[in-house]
């Protein structure tokens, strides 16, 4: 190494060098690099040894490495990049993030050095967090209106949960009532109206971007396993009815057809230039 150049120690986790009063100390053992609060806040870590008078802060490096290889494939909420090993306590809930991200993206956390707990929840699931009220004070109606069919029935709105696609392959969102027959125009008017009120509430109390957010975080995340082929069945049949409730299926198969005829003449073309070259050469 040169004289007077400096190695910058980064932090495995969250591949950031400065140590600031949210990520705690930067150390090192081994290969591994880390800030304390990175390795406090990892979901699926735990320190075993005396943190005082370890490098690491009390943590194993073949842990540490295990929860790198596990981050890898868990993409951050707020900045989208992979590597979010600092997972959303509440069980249902699909939220990493990389700890500066999430204080960033005003996560909640809860400390109990002595019983070794160290727990951070997501903005959505805070349970210190208060209900959104109105500028009058009031909570907004947030109830499912009511449909026009006699069939129809009402409901509270899931609140901030992601959209969902059901099983025939419709995208809606939690609360919104789905047409029950398309060829019915009366269903599908109520529908499209109810699903705009649905919308407009949300955008009234600041979760649509929420939502979204979230629903990208979790495609990103659905996507990178595929593209690895460590899905599960259940993830592979929601990416692909994601692609055919986006109508970009067709153009994607058709696409793929192009390819392989582009593919084809160009090996073609090959074929034709070896024979030629073989002929010259009289082999």
């Not at 349970?127 to 499912?144: T, Y």
């Not at 069919?149 to 919104?176: A, F, H, K």
């Not at 499209?192 to 949300?202: G, P, T």
């Amino acid at each position: 190494m040169a004289s007077g150049s400096h190695y910058k120690i980064i932090c495995a986790l969250c591949k950031k060098s400065d140590e600031t009063k949210i990520t705690g100390p930067l150390s090192s053992k081994g290969s591994i690099s880390a800030h304390r609060n990175c390795l406090l806040f990892a979901s699926g870590i735990y320190c075993k040894k005396s943190p005082i008078f370890d490098d690491l802060f009390g943590f194993e490096v073949e842990d540490v490495k295990k929860e790198l290889k596990r981050g890898r494939r868990l993409s951050c909420h707020l900045c989208k990049k992979i590597g979010a090993t600092a997972g959303c306590d509440v069980r249902r809930c699909k939220r990493s993030y990389h700890y500066p991200c999430a204080i960033e993206g005003h996560a909640r956390t809860t400390e109990d050095p002595s019983k070794g707990r160290y727990v951070l929840f997501c903005k959505l699931h805070d349970p210190e967090s208060k209900k959104p009220r109105s500028a009058g004070g009031k909570r907004p109606d947030l109830k499912r209106p009511e449909r026009r069919d006699s069939n129809s029935s009402t409901g509270s709105s899931q609140g901030r949960e992601s959209p969902v696609v059901l099983d025939s392959g419709v995208s809606t969102s939690p609360g919104c009532p789905v047409a029950a027959d398309a060829s019915d125009v009366s269903n599908t008017m109520n529908f499209q109206s109810s699903a705009a009120l649905f919308w407009s509430r949300c955008n009234e109390v600041g979760w649509t971007k929420e939502i979204f957010s979230d629903l990208v975080s979790q495609l990103n995340s659905v996507g990178e396993r595929v593209q690895s082929k460590e899905a599960s069945q259940q993830e592979y049949d929601v990416a692909l009815k994601v692609l055919g409730v986006s109508g970009q299926l067709p153009c994607i198969v058709s696409q793929l057809e192009q390819d392989l005829e582009k593919e084809e003449q160009d090996l073609q073309r090959k074929k034709a230039t070896l024979r030629h070259a073989k002929a010259v050469l009289g082999v």
